[in-house]
T-cell receptor, first 111, second 116 residues
Framework: GQSLEQPSEVTAVEGAIVQINCTYQ??????LSWYQQHDGGAPTFLSY????GLEETGRFSSFLSRSDSYGYLLLQELQMKDSASYFC????????????FGQGTELSVKP | GAVVSQHPSRVICKSGTSVKIECRSL??????MFWYRQFPKQSLMLMAT?????????EQGVEKDKFLINHASLTLSTLTVTSAHPEDSSFYIC????????????FGEGSWLTVV
């Protein structure tokens, strides 16, 4: 079956750096996306990796290693507003945008 | 940027009735759209793939006669929850990828369904 594993929750303090890991087991893997979701809201796109390596977008970076079926999201200079759920999602090849989501990681940022 | 709009954002319906949720791509065409369901504190679970001009493809365990999907145009897909029950109360979200180049997926704002 298709599955993505990520930690259920992470706690960090303001200004710190946190890494959320994601391992995946999917057929037809094309790339790994990361989404942020605040309570009651829709997912917001953060980052996408199709190739191995690091993608940097402001305070957020994402990494992918296809050989290890592994990726992570790195959040730097944490702010209180970063408290949210973060989902990794596998984009499946040639299926028009089909995403399979991990279970989500709830990030709590403390003062 | 590209926008996907869902309507209604919140709906309350009585048990046994049907409710329709619309998903529109406002400035791009989408041959394929996707419908997800999310229960509180859980992940997004793919329900079905909506294909313009043809039948939807449902994920295992999703009742196609209960969750009717129609993708009548390149910018509109609808999800109708038929004979709704309280256990159908959930957050329903659609997504779409512009036909052609790119791998950016755009999500709608989501629709909260409460069945009473």
């Amino acid at each position: 079956g298709q599955s993505l594993e990520q930690p259920s929750e992470v706690t960090a303090v303001e200004g710190a750096i946190v890494q959320i890991n994601c391992t995946y087991q999917t057929s037809g893997f094309y790339g790994l996306s990361w989404y942020q979701q605040h309570d009651g809201g829709a997912p917001t796109f953060l980052s996408y990796n199709a190739l191995d390596g690091l993608e940097e977008t402001g305070r957020f970076s994402s990494f992918l290693s296809r050989s290890d079926s592994y990726g992570y999201l790195l959040l730097q200079e944490l702010q209180m507003k970063d408290s949210a759920s973060y989902f990794c999602a596998a984009l499946l090849y040639n299926q028009g945008g089909k995403l399979i989501f991990g279970q989500g990681t709830e990030l709590s940022v403390k003062p | 940027g590209a926008v996907v709009s869902q309507h209604p954002s919140r709906v309350i319906c009585k048990s046994g009735t049907s409710v329709k949720i619309e998903c529109r791509s406002l400035d791009f065409q989408a041959t394929t759209m996707f419908w997800y369901r999310q229960f509180p504190k859980q992940s997004l679970m793919l329900m079905a793939t909506s294909n313009e001009g043809s039948k939807a493809t449902y994920e295992q365990g999703v009742e196609k006669d209960k969750f009717l999907i129609n993708h009548a145009s390149l910018t509109l897909s609808t999800l109708t929850v038929t004979s709704a029950h309280p256990e159908d109360s959930s957050f329903y979200i659609c997504s779409a990828k512009p036909t052609g180049n790119g791998n950016t997926i755009y999500f709608g704002e989501g629709s909260w369904l409460t069945v009473v």
